[in-house]
């Protein structure tokens, strides 16, 4: 057992110079302290007693360095060691980690030392691992000549009373976020282990201070009641939901944060407490995601340009290929050998055909980078429009096209006249062993109505499903069926631009129906 | 009064475009629809004001009875060379025709705007560009009454 520390060596004047400066009055004897050895001995074990007595309180010496040299009942109680395992260790072990890695044993230390007495609250963790709130004093104890001779350290476990204050301040300490109560005043009342780690100043150091210390703008604010409303309304708009502000460490830094305000009425008055959450990742989450978004978004608006131009781009040679050839075949045909108007043959459907295909990649381009504003359009006329601009297909195919009233829809009036002359196109085209039956419905579903073209043609394997939506896809040869594969391409991406969907339901020798969605009519 | 056309005199059409492939297509194309017409060729906007004003070589140049007017050009483009014809007391009364292959809505009003007296934009095929060429031959230099050129200074 550890002797206590500087009791034969103080004197009153001692006592009392301990005294002024906050310091030990363990020393402080009623008799026999001039005396001979026998009878301080005989103070000593009593004191050695009443100390080792003491249940509720856990007393601790320290030596200079933290070095525990004393450790009674109490302390073995709350902290689960006893007296032979923990003298001669230093009371860092009593820290969680997070104080222990920045120091903040040797910091208590160096603050009791400057100051004499230090009382606070914080975390500390027993034997078993488990943390409480403990509220403790730590004293210096120094000699006649003020020579540091070690500390004394009072401590009590709040977690286990029974005052509500000190669950409170429990429960605040062990809370993972930051947790700061500020006054009306806008002045930090209590804050937390989690606070001082996140802000990074010293408790003592914020106690009493500006809460715009820590947080410059946005909360101070929110505890001003004005004329109009008491306190408690001011604060009752802000309550629960978090608010999102910006912070500012001891070392200047600012990061993210949002706030949860609570109001909390004591004797004094309203207190807030705010519970303050670093949102520095969120932020940086989310930062990264709309970069994300929006380079994904300018890539593909770049592809589409490219599309564009470079379709536009290629007409211009394009169309002197197809001029010269088709001038050659005119003044040249029959004039040479057969195999000249083979090859001059070729050359013109080569060009034709290219001349088809980047005229359709330039359509499908165009979905994208000339569409237009998003109106309320009667669909009925949209279709009138389709069917107007295919009446040469439909009188030759002797094709019957008949709808369902069709409603307004919000679209791009010239899209939505292309989606339906593309799918009725197709459907007359690809006609059955009949005439071709065309069929428009739609029906509403929520907020959108969902439009069916449903034809008798050939069908369409269930295995080309999805093939058929892609550019320059085409299930036939050319010599059975014309067209460059865009159609349904233009029209997924039109629908897509909609925001809906384009799907097909058929079986070979059964027709196709076709299925799409478009918003609703929108509200003026 | 005499009209251009009558009487043995050439019809003088500048053409102000820089694609050799399209100068010759539309040569040939006016080849098969009137043999009087006399072809001027500028190949971007600077040569087209400087056979306008007959400047530098230039100087003998005639006075067009029509312009067919390419819209992209180098160095002038057809738009600042339609602003400046359009724009000169004397070069107005030209009927300018705007030849070009782009069809965007903002070339056309541009056009109008800068009093272009027509815009046509150049057909992809064949048969409908000589089909085209000789709608302006039928239209702007048989049918359509233009002013009388001035003499030869």
């Known amino acids: 057992m550890a002797r206590p520390l500087a009791v034969d060596q103080q004197t009153d004047a001692d006592v009392r110079r301990s005294s002024e400066m906050g310091g030990a009055h363990l020393a402080q004897t009623g008799n026999g302290h001039r005396g001979g050895d026998e009878a301080f001995r005989g103070n000593e074990e009593q004191y050695r007693l009443l100390l080792e007595g003491i249940q509720d309180y856990a007393i601790t010496m320290m030596d200079p360095n933290g070095t525990i040299t004393s450790w009674n009942a109490g302390a073995e109680q709350i902290k689960g060691y006893t007296a032979a395992e923990i003298i001669g260790h230093s009371f860092a072990c009593l820290f969680v980690p997070e104080d222990i890695v920045r120091g903040r044993p040797k910091e208590l230390l160096r603050i009791t030392a400057d100051r004499g007495r230090h009382v606070e609250q914080g975390l500390r963790v027993r034997k078993d691992g488990s943390q409480f709130v403990a509220a403790l004093t730590l004293t210096a104890l120094r000699d006649g000549g003020g020579r540091l001779l070690g500390f004394s350290e009072v401590s009590h476990d709040l977690s286990q009373s029974n005052e509500s204050g000190a669950k409170y301040r429990g429960l605040l300490e062990a809370a993972p976020d930051a947790m700061v109560v500020v006054d009306q005043a806008g002045e930090i009342v209590l804050l937390n282990l989690a606070a001082e780690k996140q802000f990074g100043y010293r408790r003592d150091e914020l106690l009493g201070q500006k809460v715009t210390n820590i947080i410059p703008v946005g909360f101070a604010e929110r505890l001003i009641a004005d004329d109009l409303r008491s306190a408690a309304d001011a604060l009752a708009q802000h309550m629960g939901t978090g608010i999102e502000l910006t912070a500012r460490r001891k070392d200047g830094t600012e990061f993210p944060i949002e706030i949860m305000l609570s109001p909390l009425e004591n004797t004094e008055g309203i207190l807030v407490t705010a519970a303050i959450r670093d949102i520095s990742v969120r932020k940086a989450a989310e930062a990264h995601l709309a970069q994300s978004i929006e380079e994904l978004s300018r890539s593909n608006q770049e592809l589409e340009q490219f599309a564009y131009i470079a379709s536009h781009d290629l007409q211009e040679p394009l169309r002197m290929v197809t001029s010269y050839t088709q001038l050659l075949s005119k003044r040249y045909s029959g004039k040479l050998d057969a195999d000249a108007d083979d090859f001059i043959a070729f050359a013109v459907d080569g060009a034709a055909r290219m001349q088809l295909l980047i005229r359709d990649l330039l359509a499908f381009s165009r979905v994208g980078t000339q569409g237009r504003e998003m109106l309320n359009v009667e669909s009925s006329e949209a279709l009138d429009r389709a069917l107007l601009n295919l009446q040469g297909a439909i009188e030759d195919s002797g094709a019957i096209v008949t709808s369902d009233a069709l409603p307004v829809v919000t679209a791009d009036g010239a899209q939505l006249v292309q989606l339906f002359q593309n799918l009725v196109s197709n459907a007359i085209k690809y006609q059955g062993p009949g005439a071709p039956l065309v069929h428009l419905s739609a029906t509403k579903s929520g907020s959108r109505w969902r439009f069916s073209v449903k034809d008798n043609g050939i069908g369409i394997d269930p295995q080309y499903f999805v093939r058929i939506f892609g550019m320059f896809q085409r299930l036939h040869g050319r010599d059975e069926y014309t067209g460059t594969g865009i159609g349904l391409a233009v029209c997924k991406k039109i629908v897509e631009r909609h925001g809906g969907t384009l799907s097909v339901e058929s079986q070979p020798g059964n027709g196709s129906t076709f299925t799409f969605d478009l918003a609703t009519e929108s509200a003026k | ?153």
């Not at chain 2, 906007?45 to 992209?72: K, Q």
């Not at chain 2, 007391?89 to 056309?108: F, G, H, N, Y």
């Not at chain 2, 009093?115 to 992809?124: E, G, Q, T």
């Not at chain 2, 560009?129 to 003499?151: C, H, M, Y």
Request: glycine share 6%.
């Open chain 2, 1 to 153: 009064m005499t009209f251009i056309g009558s009487n043995g005199m050439p019809i003088e059409v500048l053409l102000v475009e820089d694609s050799p492939g399209d100068v010759r297509l539309t040569r040939e194309a006016f080849r098969e629809a009137n043999l009087a017409i006399q072809l001027h060729v500028a190949s971007d906007g600077v040569e087209a004001l400087a056979f306008l004003t007959r400047t530098g070589a230039y100087a003998e140049a005639p006075r067009p009875d029509l312009i067919l007017l390419d819209l992209n050009l180098p160095r002038m483009d057809g738009r600042q060379v339609l602003a400046h014809i359009k724009g000169d007391d004397d070069l107005k009364t030209i009927p300018t025709v705007i030849l070009t292959t782009s069809e965007a809505d903002s070339d056309i009003v541009m056009s109008y705007t800068l009093r272009a007296n027509c815009y046509l934009s150049k057909p992809v095929q064949l048969d409908a560009f000589e089909g085209l060429v000789k709608s302006i031959n039928d239209f702007w230099l048989t049918r359509a009454k233009l002013p009388q050129r001035q003499p030869a200074r």
